[in-house]
Every structure is written in structure tokens, then in C-alpha cells.
């Protein structure tokens, strides 16, 4: 037997057969039957290198976004790209390269195209790189600040799932606890386990509460459907009736946190003149109030545990909702225990409260940047548009480099950017723009010279991921497509071509460096109390699963039990309900404590036909990975992605299920197939991200043909503070598409001239 793995999931194979899903996964996840067909579609991967037709006439850019393409050979390819780098350090200096390439590339350990990029331009001299992430860039600021813990840390330690099973009688799940989203796991997963949870929870006869637009961000549990944008003001309101019921936890508030007075007077309304009652969120969130106050004293009553998408962080002012879950929860006073207190992101990915120990398996080196500049991640378009320009982001008043070279490998910032039209406009800045990868996504076709590289199931390679029980060697399961290189192979060519060849190998061959990771991986494994077998046995059998794997812990148990012993790592050593360092910095867009400001696009103060768009991960695949793949490919409505509107909000404009819509703001327009859900709220449209984004220009605005929702979404800093992106805050209108229906040109390579 042998095997692969991937984000979504892990696969076994004999020689010649297909892909089926590990043994041992109780819940595998459908984007793996959309895999094999994307990776061998040669429609849509690149197989040879190719340059940009007007970069090589000199245009520097101005036809980035729609033009044809040169192929050339590999050794033309590299001295092109070696020659651009070197072009723009020797004359702007490394700090004009941007390699912050975000993305989600591959699973593999050695493989990662990110850590392999790196390597090569570190050494080249460094670059720009990119801060935190689009997943959950609000709470990776927010969290060091009011928890003492960054949010990967956090993450680490979350409350396992089993413990919630055992003891949780009360799970207010805000967002959801989705098995669309728990399909994933960065690096690879053997196992996903969120489904098979939420099921024996259910039959346990465990309250679940979801709260959120949709019924379907957790089936089976007691939906309300919140208003998007306002969960910060029903939080509060159950802060609120809890404190005015006098049923606040004093002991715990006094012991863990600091603030709290400060907190207080916000919600009485001391402060402000406004108490936060359930009658003063209830018009805000659409939620009744008795409803509220009810689930307040539930809450109190049960052990419980509030539970929170990390979706609801990709909105304006993010941290917010997540900020007044934590306040609630250590109101609540349950946090440090089995199964009960705040929860960050369970099922937003698999292995959130995954009941695993943590193995710190090696990776490969990076290096050392010598370039320290950065960006927030978020920050592409304004970096591109506004050199020079100054910004705040985490206290810091930070300033925009002047960036002439991009250059990404294994992310596709033409799926995950906001307000995809104003990128395109950003994008022809910089001199050149250099794009790895192995399919001819939007990125791809908007590069000037692009490398193609290979995909996990062409190459050899191991899954290691420090939250997961199983290692596997994978093996290649179909031969490389055209002529696509391994990123490890274009970037030792490139360096050595630029003439640190031998300093980016180390010597070694992809075989070795996998030699090498497997030997440091031993000591890792002997360090934690286990052997791992030989390489040869390990490639043999392919598979290694971890002994005693099972590890449940507490988030937060070790302060809880003693916090004047274990003191957070925040100003006052405590869980922060007000956060004076925040409050210094003056921010409207992040006070001092959870504070509940409407969002500048919701529904609260919509227009008539304004409806709020959901933008969430997609069920067929990852993000806009697989999307030439056949599961993603059946899901669609004449070729485009699904729209879902409640079957009332379609009748009234006119739609009926099949049916194409045209989706639009000031800010652009997409087409979408109509599909109904009588499970969403009717002033929601739910469209899910990563159609490949292809806007046809006619007369006028460019129109999205495929469905692509972030020609939809706003491209601004979810607060000063954290700067991360608002995905999730986002109003349009619909209504039915009457004309020819335009042909995708992403079905297609570009073209391609001599
Ligand atoms: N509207 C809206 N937008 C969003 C979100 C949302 O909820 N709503 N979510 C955001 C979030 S949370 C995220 S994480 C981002 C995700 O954004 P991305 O991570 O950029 O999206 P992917 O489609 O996964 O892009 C990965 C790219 O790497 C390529 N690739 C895969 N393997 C390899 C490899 O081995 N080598 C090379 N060179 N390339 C490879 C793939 O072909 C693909 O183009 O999107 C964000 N955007
Ligand atoms: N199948 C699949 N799974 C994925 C991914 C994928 O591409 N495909 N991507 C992975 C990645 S990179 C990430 S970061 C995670 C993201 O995981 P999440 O952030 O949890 O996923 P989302 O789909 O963005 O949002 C979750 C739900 O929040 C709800 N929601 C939106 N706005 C609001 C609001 O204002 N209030 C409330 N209460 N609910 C709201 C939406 O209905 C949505 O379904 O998903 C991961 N899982
Ligand atoms: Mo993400």
C-alpha cells in the first residue's frame, strides 16, 4: 500500500489504482474525490514556464492583468527570474521585494512551497514579508494582548474535544461548528474527527446552541439566526443580564482578570448612558430578548462552553465578538475546566481540540531574513497602491515599502484578497511579478514569469503534523504533468544560477533532504519517549502512528488553578475585560474593552434590497484549490459556483433554483448559480470563496463571470490594531441574469503567442 496526504486529508493507493481515504478516518472528506482529476487536468495545470508577453516587450506591468503568454525553457525561465531579482536588489535593495506570499500551498513536510521560497530569497538577500494570516489575523494580535498567549499557543491548548463531550451541558457555538470547514488541517490530517464529535454530542442529548445566519454552520442544534455583523452587542447583552441577575461569577473575575469594574460600567452603562440590556440588543442582533436573557441564566446554570468561529474575526472591527465571548465566558467563571469555558475555532479546522499530543517535527530550514520590513498580511492592495503611505497596525506606526518585485509561491492572492478589482489595479505596479505554481489560477495568469511547479501527488515527500497521530510517507502517485518541477528543484536551479547553489542544497537531493528531515525527526520522537522506525522501514510500510498518542488538556487550566503561580503573559498577569494598553492607543476601531460599534456595511442600517453576503470556505474544495477538479466542477450551476438564497428572498427578486444571478455593489459584479436554502436568514445570500476569479470586460465595469464573491468584499483593516482582512462584513444586491451567458475563460489555458 502506499500513500499520500494533503490538507484535506490523507489517501492510500496501490500502484495504477485511485485514491480512497485512509483506513481508520471516520469521516473523510469529500474534496479528495476532486483531487486527482484537478492535478492531471491539463486544461487548467501549467506545463511549461511562461512569460508574459508585454513584460518581455517591456510594458512593466500595465497589461498584467490581460495579456498572452511566451513559453520558454526552463533554463530561459531561470535566467529571466534570476535576472529580474537581481535587477530590482541592485537597484532598490531587497527591501523592494515582496515575498510575503501568502497561502496555503501543500501538505509535506519538505515540500512546502512557502519554506522553500524563503530559503532561496533569504539567501538572495531577503525580502518584504507578510504578517499573521487571513484566517484569523484579529485574534493573533488581540490574544497575546488580553489572553497573555499567541493564538497558535492558544489553539494548542484548546479544551479537548473528548472533555466537551464529557462534561459541556450547554455549547453556545457562535458561528457554528462546521463539518465544511472541518474537512481541513494544515500540513495533513489522518482523521477527521469534528463530525463523529458533534455526533456524540447530539445523541448524548448535550444542548448545542448555534448562533449564526445559517442552520447549517452546525445541523441538528438549536438555531439562532443572528443578524451578521452584531454578535458583539448579544454577547454583551448576556454579559449583561448575567451581571444584572447578580449571577457573575465575583470570585473568578477578581482571581483571573483585570478590568473588570471598567468592563462593568460599559455594560451598566455607567459609562456610556447605554446599558447593554437584551431589550437594547435584541433590534440589533434580531434576536428576542427574552430569548437573551433566557440563554444568559442557561448558560450560568449549565456547564457551559462559548464556542466561536474564527470566521466571526474576519469582519470589521473582528476582535470585538471574540474579545466579548472571552469576557462572557470568565463572567460565566467555567474557563480552566473539563470541557466548559471559551473556545476559539472548534471545527473552523479539524484538529482544533484535537485530543493529540504536540510533536515539534522539524521543518525545513529557512534561514534568516535579512530584510525586516513586513506588512499585516491583509495589506497587499494598500502596500501596492501606496508606497510611502503610513499605517497603524499592532501600536506601531509602521510605513509602506516600495515594492518592484512580487513574488509568490503556493498562494493565490486572486482567490483570497478582498476587492479583487482594486488588486488588479494595485498589481501592475511593481517591475515584475514572478508566480510558482502548478494550475493557471488568476494569479498565475496575471504573472510575468511563471514556474510550473508539481503537485503532491507527483512527488515524494512525508506528512508530519505536530497535532496529528500519524505519519505517512508519501508517495507519488501519477508522473509529473508537462514539464512541472518540484518548487525545491526551481529554486536550487535559481540559486544556482545566481551562484549560491550549494548553500541552498546543503549538497543534498530531494531524497536526501527527506533523509535528512527523517533523522532529525528520530531524535524528535526519542525526545517525547518513542522510536520512529528506520527510513527504509518507514518508506517500506509507509505509515507510523504515534503510541499513546491521546493527550486531553484544559485551555488554561495552569492559571485558573493558581494565577498568582502561573500569571498570564499580559499587562496584569490576568484575562483582560479592559486592556489599558489598547485603551492608550486610542483607537475607534478598538477601545479598551468589548465594545459593540455597527459596522460601517450591516444590515442594521441596510438600503431596501441591501442583503448581507456570506462568504465562507467552500464545501468542495480548499479555498480555490481542486476548482478545475470533478467535485467542485459537479457542484456548480452552468459552470458557475452556488449562490444559496432562502427560498422567500428568491421569490421576491425573481429567482428560482438553477437559475444564474447577478450579485453586485459599488464594487463589482459576479455571476452565481441560484441555489436554495430555507436555512439561511432571507436578507443573507451565502457564496462561498474560491471560484477562480474571471472578469470579462465589456462595456463599463469588468463583470466576474464564475462567482468569485471577493469582487463583492471591501479591502480594509478589520480595526488598527490588527489590520486583518473583513471578508465576512459585506452588503450587496441580486437579481436575475437575463443575458447570454459569457464563456468562462478560466475553463482554458491563456493564450498563448510565439
Ligand atoms: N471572501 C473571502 N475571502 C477569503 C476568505 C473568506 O472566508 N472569504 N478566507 C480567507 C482565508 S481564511 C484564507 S486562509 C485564504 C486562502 O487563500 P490561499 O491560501 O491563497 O488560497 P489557495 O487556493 O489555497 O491557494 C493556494 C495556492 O497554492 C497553489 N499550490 C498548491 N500546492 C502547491 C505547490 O506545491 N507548489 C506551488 N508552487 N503552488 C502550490 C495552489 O494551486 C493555489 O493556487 O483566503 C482568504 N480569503
Ligand atoms: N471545506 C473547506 N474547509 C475549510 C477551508 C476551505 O477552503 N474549505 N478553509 C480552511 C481555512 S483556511 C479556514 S481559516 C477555516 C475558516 O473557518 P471559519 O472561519 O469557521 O469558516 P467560515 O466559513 O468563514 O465561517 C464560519 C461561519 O460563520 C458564519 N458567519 C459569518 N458571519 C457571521 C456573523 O457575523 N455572525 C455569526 N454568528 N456567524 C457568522 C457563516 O455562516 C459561516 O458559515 O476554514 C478551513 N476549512
Ligand atoms: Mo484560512
Keep these: 500500500m502506499k500513500y499520500t496526504s494533503a490538507h484535506w486529508g490523507s489517501y492510500q493507493f496501490e500502484r495504477g489504482g485511485a485514491l480512497t481515504p485512509l483506513d481508520g478516518d471516520p469521516d473523510p472528506s469529500r474534496i479528495g474525490r476532486g483531487w486527482a482529476s484537478a492535478s492531471q487536468d491539463r486544461q487548467s495545470r501549467i506545463l511549461r ?115 466537551v463531550a464529557e462534561h459541556c ?93 471598567t468592563f462593568r460600567n460599559y455594560l451598566t452603562g455607567a459609562a456610556d448612558g447605554t446599558a447593554k440590556t437584551a431589550e437594547w440588543a435584541a433590534p440589533i442582533c434580531d434576536i428576542e430578548a427574552d430569548v437573551i436573557r433566557k440563554l444568559a441564566h442557561d448558560l450560568v446554570r449549565s456547564k457551559s462552553m462559548i464556542s466561536m468561529a474564527w470566521g466571526l474575526q474576519r469582519a470589521e472591527y473582528g476582535e470585538q465578538p471574540i474579545w466579548a465571548g472571552l469576557a462572557l465566558a470568565a463572567m460565566i467563571g467555567q474557563i480552566g475546566q473539563p470541557g466548559t469555558g471559551y473556545g476559539f475555532g472548534y471545527g473552523s479546522t479539524t484538529p482544533v481540540g484535537r485530543a493529540s499530543r504536540l510533536i515539534p517535527w522539524p521543518s525545513v530550514p529557512q534561514g534568516r531574513n535579512p530584510v525586516d520590513d ?50 488588479e489595479d494595485a498589481w501592475t505596479r511593481p517591475e515584475t511579478v514572478i508566480v510558482n505554481d502548478h494550475s ?43 514539464e512541472a518541477l518540484d518548487d525545491y528543484d526551481i529554486f536550487a536551479r535559481l540559486a544556482e544560477h545566481m551562484g549560491f547553489g550549494d548553500a541552498f542544497s546543503e549538497g543534498r537531493d530531494t531524497e536526501a533532504w527527506l533523509a535528512h528531515l527523517w533523522d532529525r525527526s528520530q531524535e524528535v520522537a526519542e525526545a517525547h519517549g518513542f522510536t520512529l522506525p528506520d527510513l527504509d522501514q518507514f518508506r517500506a510500510e509507509g505509515r507510523f502512528d504515534i ?25 496584569t498577569g490576568r484575562i483582560t475585560l479592559a ?50 477538479g470533478q467535485e467542485a466542477l459537479a457542484d456548480k450551476i452552468e459552470g458557475r459556483e452556488a449562490a444559496y438564497f432562502h427560498p422567500e428572498t428568491a421569490r421576491a427578486l425573481g429567482l428560482a433554483a438553477g ?20 436555512g439561511l436568514r432571507r436578507d443573507c445570500v451565502f457564496l462561498p470563496t474560491g471560484a477562480w476569479f474571471d472578469p470579462q470586460r465589456g462595456r463599463g465595469a469588468p463583470l466576474e463571470v464564475h462567482g468569485n464573491p471577493n469582487v463583492l468584499t471591501s479591502d480594509h483593516g478589520c480595526s488598527e490594531l490588527s489590520q486583518g482582512n473583513m471578508a465576512h462584513t459585506c452588503l450587496i444586491r441580486a437579481e436575475k441574469w437575463t443575458g447570454a451567458l459569457p464563456d468562462l475563460s478560466i475553463a482554458a489555458p491563456p493564450e498563448f503567442t510565439s
Excluded at 529571466?80 to 501538505?107: C, I, M, P, Q
Excluded at 491583509?378 to 503611505?389: E, K, N, S, T, V
Excluded at 503510541?547 to 499587562?571: K, N, Y
Aim: glycine residues 8%; negative net charge.
Design 547 to 571: 503510541p499513546d498518542a491521546e493527550e486531553a488538556r484544559i485551555a488554561l487550566a495552569g492559571f485558573v488553578a493558581d494565577p498568582e503561580a502561573v500569571p498570564l503573559a499580559t499587562e
Design 659 to 678: 437559475d444564474v444571478a447577478r450579485l453586485y455593489n459599488g464594487r463589482g459584479a459576479c455571476l452565481a448559480g441560484v441555489r436554495l436554502d430555507d
Design 440 to 482: 493557471w489560477t488568476a494569479t498565475a495568469r496575471r504573472a510575468d514569469i511563471v514556474l510550473p511547479a508539481t503537485t503532491p501527488l507527483e512527488r515524494t515527500d512525508i506528512m508530519m503534523n505536530r497535532r496529528d497521530p500519524t505519519l505517512l510517507w508519501m508517495s507519488r502517485f501519477h508522473d509529473p504533468v508537462g
Design 169 to 261: 451541558e450547554l455549547l453556545l457555538a457562535v458561528g457554528g461548528i462546521s463539518p465544511r470547514t472541518a474537512q481541513i488541517t494544515s500540513s495533513g490530517t489522518s482523521r477527521h474527527e469534528v463530525g463523529p464529535w458533534l455526533e456524540q454530542m447530539r445523541a448524548k442529548g448535550t444542548r448545542i446552541v448555534c448562533l449564526s445566519p445559517r442552520r447549517a454552520d452546525l445541523d441538528g442544534a438549536e438555531w439562532l439566526p443572528v443578524r451578521p455583523g452584531t454578535d458583539t452587542a448579544l454577547l454583551l447583552a448576556l454579559a449583561h443580564e448575567i451581571h444584572a441577575a447578580g449571577l457573575a461569577d465575583a470570585a473568578f473575575l477578581a482571581r483571573c482578570t483585570s478590568g473588570w469594574d
Design 374 to 423: 513586513f506588512i499585516p498580511v491583509a495589506r497587499i492592495a494598500d502596500m501596492l497602491l501606496h508606497p510611502g503611505d503610513t499605517y497603524r497596525f499592532d501600536g506601531q506606526d509602521r510605513t509602506y515599502p516600495d515594492i518592484r518585485l512580487v513574488w509568490w509561491t503556493g498562494g493565490n492572492p486572486f482567490h483570497h484578497h478582498q476587492d479583487l478589482n482594486r488588486l
Design 579 to 628: 486592556n489599558a494598553a489598547i485603551g492608550a492607543l486610542k483607537l475607534p476601531s478598538c477601545p479598551a474593552h468589548p465594545t459593540w460599534i455597527e459596522p460601517k456595511e450591516c444590515l442594521t442600517s441596510a438600503g431596501p434590497g441591501e442583503l448581507h453576503l456570506i462568504s465562507g470556505q467552500p464545501d468542495t474544495r480548499l479555498h480555490s484549490q481542486n476548482d478545475r
Design 49 to 163: 514556464p511562461a512569460v508574459r508577453r508585454g513584460w518581455l516587450d517591456g510594458d512593466k506591468g500595465a497589461n498584467r492583468c490581460d495579456d498572452s503568454y511566451v513559453e520558454v525553457s526552463w533554463d530561459r525561465a531561470v535566467s529571466l527570474a534570476a535576472a529580474a531579482l537581481r535587477d530590482v536588489t541592485e537597484t532598490h535593495g531587497n527591501g523592494a521585494v515582496f515575498g510575503g506570499s501568502y497561502g496555503w500551498s501543500s501538505a509535506g513536510r519538505f515540500h512546502h512551497a512557502q519554506s522553500q521560497m524563503r530559503r532561496f530569497l533569504n539567501l538572495a538577500g531577503g525580502c518584504v514579508s507578510s504578517r499573521n494570516t487571513y484566517s484569523h489575523a484579529a485574534a493573533e494580535v488581540l490574544f497575546p494582548r488580553v489572553l497573555g498567549l499567541s493564538n497558535r499557543a492558544f489553539q494548542d491548548e484548546m479544551t479537548a474535544m473528548p472533555l
